[in-house]
């Protein structure tokens, strides 16, 4: 049976939003996962940033610490409220939106996203990221983590179907990006990507080559 894309991604923010709760405990059990996140130093993160899908921050405040400014957009106001909590800078806000429907009222000198981009359809992958270079301003970087092929062995990350505490079921969509793979994919979108694997993850800077399609 064929699902439909858009009842999936609706079903997908519906997950996140009722995880939002149970979400941090992956932070506190993987260490491999905070170990990543302390690398937000090494990243070229600089100037006014958008973080697309922010979670529940655990990447906002280091990322806030390198930048002049940060919004941080998500589409679960669950997750939005622990981010708010957790992140008090001065320099950053909060935004509700969904992504694969809005447009940035501005640009930045950086975009960053973790583990998102293997939530984007293939389907909506050229309009995703046209989204992400009209955020862009001239010489910005699209800067970006997410799971690898080498976490495909595990089932809690690699499965379209997730559970919670409570039983409850959501489909959502999962993509594991091999980096070769989507640097040509990128590349035939208009940028210039290095990917990098780093253990179970992968991370990504990407430069758009062109001015983007309106
Ligand atoms: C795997 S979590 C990543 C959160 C955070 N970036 C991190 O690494 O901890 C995916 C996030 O995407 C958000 N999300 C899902 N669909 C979205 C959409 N259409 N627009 C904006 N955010 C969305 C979820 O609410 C969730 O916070």
Redesign the pocket.
């Known amino acids: 049976m064929e699902i439909d894309e858009d009842s999936l ?1 609706a079903e ?2 519906s997950y ?2 009722a995880r939002a709760p149970e ?1 941090d405990r992956v ?1 506190a059990e993987r260490e491999d996962l905070r170990k990543l996140v302390a690398l937000a130093g090494d990243l070229p993160v600089a100037g006014d940033v958008l ?9 906002t405040g280091p990322l806030a610490a390198r930048a002049r400014s940060l919004t941080a ?4 106001p669950e ?1 939005l409220g622990i981010a708010r909590a957790r992140v008090t800078s001065s320099n950053v806000r909060f935004d509700r ?6 447009q940035p009222p501005r640009r930045y000198d950086t975009v960053f ?4 981009l ?2 984007v359809p293939p389907s909506r992958l050229g309009d995703f990221w046209n989204t992400v270079a009209a955020a862009l301003a001239p010489g910005g970087k699209a800067v970006f ?1 997410d799971e690898g092929p080498a976490a495909a062995a595990r089932e809690e990350v690699a499965s379209d179907v997730r559970r919670l505490d409570d039983g409850s079921q959501y489909r959502i969509v999962k993509v594991l990006h091999e980096p070769a793979e989507l640097t040509g994919e990128l590349a035939a979108l208009g940028w210039l990507a290095d990917i990098r694997p780093r253990g179970e993850f992968i991370i990504g800077i990407a430069e758009p080559r062109s001015v983007p399609v309106a």
């Open positions: 991604l997908q923010i996140y939003r979400y932070y973080e697309l899908a922010c979670g529940t921050g655990q990447w957009v998500d589409a679960s997750v939106a969904d992504v694969f429907r809005w996203f973790a583990f998102f293997s939530h983590v």
